[in-house]
């Protein structure tokens, strides 16, 4: 059923419908309204036995999630920012523990300085914490993109990040077709652990590795996190059978078959991008999108087939790390060797707004061989000249 | 209060059973179908006291749950010891997470327990002074808070001593750690620092707190079963001597306990809803500090080369502060 | 799906008990072994009893294995509980905790509970066909006669006496040790098969040995010591244990009402009370030296004084005249010697009774070898006479039933091993167990319970039983009192100690084992043993 909603309202929704057992969230702007949503509704007994646990910490919120996802519960957070680095230690935790706990990340910078803005500098931190992550491309996407979540963790035994745009995706109102509980229920069965905390049948869960097996943890883990690249399109292929629309899952390709140009994003700026590859078009410029949806585990193939051929690649980076390159262009960079030249173009940090004549501009200079290998979007030089001087 | 026990047998009336008592009369311990938590083959050093404890408190747990016990385990000599792969000596199902989210990670347990409606299992999450009453306590207290239905214990050695015997804020004045040196002018840990976590963990108000040691097991036995009957947050800090981080004699772990009870350096109580509702009284005339200190080379400095009296007297000062707030004072008679 | 059969997470997730693969025994440099040491109230006990582990089956309930495992050692628990002065509890470590245990109030029990249930022992050994004459039926000759018969041997008690007993029946007053006890506990001997000869005494040795294949001797020291007392009419002088032997076959004894005993030995006391009994109003016992070195026990002199005794310590007579001693005030030199001070003073006495000591009548004996006044014998209690052995009283020793019962228990075995060439099994003796080995912390304060006294009021004027006996539930009480010195009393401290559950509880009545695939050996077992019943040794590298 098709409704103007919130985005964060609708992702509470379509969490509820995956029937959580314990959701625990510590507010954090802008996560803050996904989970005052599911507080409403399980304090309306909405879903079932779920339990809602108020933590004091973001740290606290995750390992509620980790003892409960251990105990056979399937487990729920959000977050964001600040709260999402407060966790860090837990993140990699309950990787490592292969426990398939889903989480919301309202992406959000980095302070300091303090901002409270999207960018994708707090999820980007945490790539490397053997979590899944996803990122959604608008609130339609965000909301289909929970269920496929749950299921892939459950499958893989490992947990899910569901990366949404901070206040631009969580704070929208826009139409969403949320899904009926039914067509949760037919796409995403009960939980069955792989591992249980159980009394009748006893495990040690934690058990601390030496340097005689912990190169092997890693391999096999990496290898779990690789056939969840094979699992996603599958599941999220059933989830859009049941509820009649496509969910991109991997990638989201818009006009690049035949295009010279590709330009890689991730995220709600795949949608302007789209409209600025439309009025490119238009102007008769040979460029396609390629909006990046599963980031963890990285596509490289996928990105290969969809560079293939191409003469330039534009990777917008929402995240910068400071005295390297662009985190997102070196990876698409090392997925296609001896590939055309790839460009990391830093944009929409801290709530700057993407705009389509600023895409336009940078895909522009590229076309004409100007635009250098990483550069920032429109970095306001006046700026940045007063703050030189001054020191 | 359950620690005043009916002298039903003049030899061993303490002692972990006795043929002649009836076994519902003796510990958990002395029982030959005990849980045995903890089993055979963990790497714990020679005569470790958190290894007792954990495997005391868990086997009397167990007993209480009728076996549906969960075990949630911080970071920790503990956690080290039990589980280096591929080996685990756990027989309860137990889960380490990090060093500083254990009572969350109960707290989640207990969530998922109640989420899937089983009301017969049990949480205990455990940890080391550190992982309490440092690292772990926003954790540890926002679980009180919330008063979750956890039994958090704390088996306390009074310093980090699976990092190489560092101070935490649970080890006492004067004694000496790898990061509390035993030089300068105040050498070891300094006077006036370190919490009072049991008495913090009461006033939260949750429905029991305790104090015990591995060397009365009957004391603590009972304050296990006391925190059992209970639901809710429940905290019991469990006083448990470290041959490795005091420098004492592995034989001598259960008996540095107990003179740090007979000593009234380490008060044990029972505070229920934030009140202190009963004290284990000394059985007779307070030991002398000296004689619990001496036999720990964390205490060497203030007895070589000379005997440091002003500190020993300010640590003496302590157990009197304790006789006095808690009324220690053995009966008369005694 | 069991952990096992589970496809678990690699090495995070294990299955439980893993551990066990893992032999930490491997650590040892010590390892404990259980242990049984002496307790130090059967190795104070003159008549060696296995005090400690009667007590133990006592403390169960199991009053006839009690029983049994004491008459092992003595043939007289009702006699011993009453007249033993218990070194026993003078030794025992409760002592040093909170009270003794009442080790002889137990053993009273069981010796009475035995009369009145007719517990007997049967003789189980084969006859040997050899035959030994025991000369005295005291406390020494009755034992030596009892060990023997229960070794097989034919014996006979040859005594002058009409009626076996010796000092017993003769020496100690009624109030301590009524009649009827000690005809019970004789009689269950005589049962065993043992011939008594009474009314019989043995003047020619040779001759009588001449039917047997080996002779005891126990014949006592029954003439009282003089003292010179410098008289010239009375006051009477009499000999205690003449009183006491008169007392005990009811013959009229004269004491008139202030009576003056010399002495201070349990004689002393015992003629004192006596005394007492028939009608003294003053019974005073002068004795030279202080009341810290009076030779009489304790317990003996406190019932004197609750009786009405009077006791001058620092005392002697120094003269008697009409109806009048002259005491002489003493004082102790420094090596506690006492010293004339040349201070007088006069008591009123109708008579006075010495016990200042008792003597072997050496008729019998005059051609045997002496020391102290008293016949010499070797390790084996044998006279210089080949196949001639003696105890008790007439041998160099403590004067005490208690220790005549272990001669007579020590001497009959040293018999049997000169009659069959078997020498007892004998090796080094395991240590004490001192209470620095114990860790007394475990036992709970339980103090000693008192046996019930006759009221004071009540003992003038009666020979009737002064200290009662207890019941069966201050027995069982008392007997778990006893804190098992230096053995497993099954207290499960090592079973609940162990860091590394490396003890294995074998089950009542059996103990304990180490699991050395798991002990590391820390100590923690042996620290904590209640019992000190642990010990620690150096692992063999």
Redo the contacts between chains.
């Keep these: 059923m098709c409704e103007q909603i919130e985005g964060s309202q609708a992702m509470a929704r379509v969490v509820a419908a995956c029937r959580p057992?314990?959701v625990?969230a510590y507010p954090i702007s802008p996560q803050t309204h996904i989970v005052e949503a599911l507080a409403a509704m399980v304090r309306a007994g909405r879903p079932?036995?779920?339990?809602f646990?108020?933590?004091?910490?973001e740290?606290?919120a995750l390992?509620?999630?980790?003892?409960?996802?251990?105990?056979?519960?399937r487990?729920y957070t959000a977050t964001a920012s600040q709260g999402l680095l407060y966790m860090a230690?837990?993140l990699y935790?309950a990787a490592g523990?292969g426990l398939p706990i889903v989480m919301t990340v309202a992406n959000r910078a980095i302070g300091a300085p303090i901002n409270i803005w999207n960018d994708h500098s707090d999820s980007i931190s945490q790539r490397d914490s053997g979590w899944i992550q996803l990122y959604a491309l608008d609130n339609q996407h965000a909301a289909d993109l929970h269920p496929v979540a749950f299921r892939l963790a459950e499958e893989v035994s490992l947990p899910v990040m569901v990366c949404v745009d901070g206040f631009v995706l969580t704070h929208a109102v826009e139409p969403v077709d949320l899904a009926e509980q039914a067509q949760v229920d037919a796409f995403l069965p009960p939980f069955a652990p792989r591992q249980v905390?159980?009394?009748d049948?006893?495990?040690?869960?934690?058990?601390?590795?030496?340097p005689?097996?912990f190169t092997e943890v890693r391999f096999l883990a990496h290898e779990n996190a690789k056939r969840a690249l094979d699992r996603l399109p599958v599941l999220a292929a059933d989830y859009a059978a049941i509820v009649g629309r496509t969910v991109p899952a991997i990638v989201d390709s818009y006009r690049s078959e035949d295009a010279e140009m590709l330009v890689i994003a991730m995220g709600s700026v795949v949608g302007t991008l789209k409209d600025a590859v439309d009025e490119l078009r238009d102007d008769g410029a040979d460029v396609g999108a390629l909006g990046l949806v599963a980031y963890r585990p990285f596509p490289f193939e996928t990105i290969r087939a969809a560079a293939a051929g191409r003469s330039r690649v534009i990777v917008l980076e929402r995240a910068q790390p400071a005295g390297s390159t662009g985190v997102v262009g070196a990876e698409v960079r090392s997925a296609l060797p001896g590939g055309p030249p790839v460009h990391s173009v830093v944009a929409g940090l801290g709530g700057r707004p993407v705009t389509r004549s600023s895409l336009k501009t940078v895909i522009t200079a590229a076309q004409r061989g100007e635009l250098p290998e990483l550069s920032f979007m429109d970095l306001d030089t006046g700026l940045v000249e007063a703050a030189r001087s001054a020191t | 209060m359950t620690t005043q026990r009916l002298?039903f047998?003049?030899?061993?009336?303490?002692?972990?059973?006795?043929?002649?008592a009836a076994p519902d009369q003796?510990?958990v311990?002395?029982r030959?179908d005990r849980a045995?938590a903890?089993?055979?083959?963990?790497?714990?050093c020679?005569?470790?006291?958190e290894?007792?404890g954990a495997?005391f408190v868990q086997d009397a747990a167990a007993r209480a749950a009728e076996?549906?016990?969960?075990s949630?385990?911080a970071t920790g000599c503990l956690?080290?010891f039990?589980?280096?792969?591929?080996?685990?000596?756990?027989?309860?199902?137990?889960?380490?997470?990090?060093f500083?989210?254990a009572p969350?990670?109960?707290?989640?347990?207990?969530?998922?327990?109640?989420?899937?409606?089983d009301t017969r299992?049990r949480v205990l999450g455990q940890g080391g002074d550190g992982g309490t009453v440092d690292i772990g306590f926003?954790?540890l207290?926002?679980m009180f808070?919330?008063n979750d239905d956890v039994l958090f214990v704390c088996y306390d050695n009074q310093g980090y001593m699976n990092t190489g015997v560092q101070r935490s804020g649970a080890t006492p004045p004067a004694a000496r750690t790898a990061t509390t040196p035993a030089l300068g002018p105040t050498p070891g840990n300094p006077f006036g620092q370190g919490k009072d976590a049991p008495r913090i963990a009461a006033a939260h108000r949750i429905p029991y707190v305790a104090t015990a040691t591995i060397a009365d097991?009957h004391d603590l036995e009972d304050k296990v079963a006391a925190a059992m009957a209970l639901h809710g947050a429940r905290y019991l800090h469990v006083l448990v001597p470290c041959?490795l981080g005091w420098g004492s004699?592995?034989?001598?772990?259960?008996?540095l306990a107990?003179l740090a009870v007979d000593t009234a350096l380490f008060p044990l109580y029972e505070a229920r809803g934030g009140e202190v509702t009963a004290v284990t009284r000394l059985?007779r005339q307070p030991v002398p500090v000296e004689q619990y200190l001496r036999p720990q080379k964390r205490y060497r400095h203030l007895f070589e080369p000379g005997i440091d009296t002003a500190t020993l007297d300010r640590i003496q000062l302590i157990a009197d502060a304790n006789i006095a707030e808690y009324g220690l004072a053995p009966e008369e008679g005694? | 799906m069991t952990a096992e059969r589970r496809r678990l997470p690699f090495?995070?997730t294990?299955?439980?008990?893993?551990?066990?693969?893992?032999?930490?025994g491997a650590?040892r440099t010590e390892r404990p072994v259980y242990r049984n040491l002496r307790a130090p109230c059967g190795d104070a006990c003159p008549a060696e009893e296995d005090v400690q582990g009667w007590l133990y089956r006592a403390?169960?309930g199991e009053y006839e294995a009690a029983w049994r495992l004491l008459m092992a050692e003595n043939p007289f628990p009702a006699i011993m509980g009453r007249v033993c002065y218990h070194p026993c509890e003078t030794a025992c470590n409760r002592g040093q905790v909170d009270e003794a245990v009442g080790i002889n109030a137990v053993e009273r029990f069981l010796g009475d509970r035995a009369i009145k249930q007719g517990w007997t022992m049967p003789v189980e050994a084969a006859p040997t066909g050899r035959r030994v004459l025991v000369v005295g039926a005291g406390p020494a000759g009755l034992a030596a006669a009892y060990h023997l018969r229960l070794l097989g041997h034919e014996v006979t008690v040859a005594d002058a006496a009409e009626r076996p007993g010796g000092m017993m029946r003769y020496g100690i007053p009624a109030y301590r040790l009524p009649r009827d006890v000690l005809d019970a506990e004789i009689d269950r001997v005589a049962r065993m098969g043992v011939t008594f000869e009474l009314g019989h005494p043995v003047t020619d040795l040779d001759a009588e040995r001449e039917a047997y294949d080996a002779v005891f001797l126990a014949i006592g020291a029954q003439i009282g010591k003089r003292a010179y007392i410098p008289a010239g009419e009375s006051p009477r002088l009499l000999d205690a244990l003449a009183v006491l032997r008169s007392v005990a076959e009811d013959e009229p004894v004269r004491l008139g009402r202030r009576v003056v005993v010399y002495g201070g030995g349990n004689t002393a006391m015992d003629a004192a009370r006596t005394a007492r009994r028939l009608g003294a109003t003053e019974a005073v016992v002068v004795y030279r030296r202080t009341r810290e070195r009076m030779p009489a026990h304790e317990s003996e002199v406190a019932e004197a004084l609750d009786e009405g005794v009077q006791i001058r310590w620092l005392s002697t007579i120094s003269a008697a005249a009409g109806e009048a001693i002259v005491l002489e005030r003493m004082e102790l030199d420094d090596t506690g010697f006492p010293r004339p001070t040349g201070q007088f003073e006069t008591l009123a006495a109708d008579s006075v009774v010495l016990a200042v000591g008792q003597d072997v009548d050496r008729t019998l004996i005059a051609a045997l070898p002496e020391t102290d006044g008293a016949v010499a014998v070797d390790e084996a209690f044998m006279t210089a006479t080949p196949g001639v052995f003696a105890g008790g009283d007439m041998v160099p020793s403590e004067r005490t039933c208690t220790v005549a019962v272990g001669h007579g228990k020590r001497a009959a075995r040293r018999i049997h091993a000169w009659l069959t060439g078997i020498q007892p099994a004998s090796g080094p003796k395991p240590p004490i167990a001192d209470i620095e080995r114990l860790n007394t912390?475990?036992?709970?304060?339980?103090p000693h319970q008192m046996r019930p006294r006759l009221e004071t009021a009540r003992r003038i004027g009666t020979f009737d039983e002064v200290v009662g006996g207890l019941d069966a539930e201050t027995a069982l009480?008392e007997a778990?009192?006893?804190?098992?010195c230096g053995n497993c009393?099954?207290?499960?401290?090592c079973?609940?100690?162990c860091?590394?559950?490396?003890i294995v509880?074998l089950?009542?009545?059996k103990g304990f084992a180490i699991?050395l695939?798991?002990c590391?050996?820390?100590?923690?077992c042996?620290?904590?043993c209640?019992a000190g019943a642990i010990a620690?040794i150096e692992e063999e590298t």
């Design positions: 057992d314990v625990c079932g036995r779920a339990q646990v108020n933590v004091e910490s740290m606290a390992s509620v999630a980790i003892g409960a996802s251990a105990t056979g519960a487990a230690e837990a935790n523990l905390l159980d009394p049948d006893p495990i040690t869960i934690g058990a601390m590795v030496g005689e097996a | 002298k047998y003049q030899v061993g009336s303490f002692a972990v059973g006795n043929r002649l003796r510990t311990q002395a030959p045995n903890l089993t055979s083959g963990h790497r714990a020679r005569g470790c006291g290894a007792l495997r076996g549906r016990l969960i949630v385990n956690e080290v039990s589980t280096p792969f591929p080996e685990t000596a756990w027989q309860v199902p137990w889960i380490h997470s990090l500083g989210n969350s990670v109960a707290s989640g347990v207990a969530y998922a327990l109640r989420a899937k409606g299992t926003a954790s207290s926002g808070e919330r097991l041959p004699a592995s034989a001598e772990t259960v008996k107990r059985r005694s | 090495a995070v294990l299955a439980t008990g893993t551990s066990l693969a893992n032999h930490t650590w403390e169960e912390w475990y036992y709970t304060e339980a009480f778990r009192r006893c804190m098992s009393f099954e207290c499960d401290n079973y609940g100690m860091p590394d559950n490396a509880k089950g009542p009545g699991d695939d798991y590391k050996g820390c100590g923690i042996a620290a904590e209640p620690m």
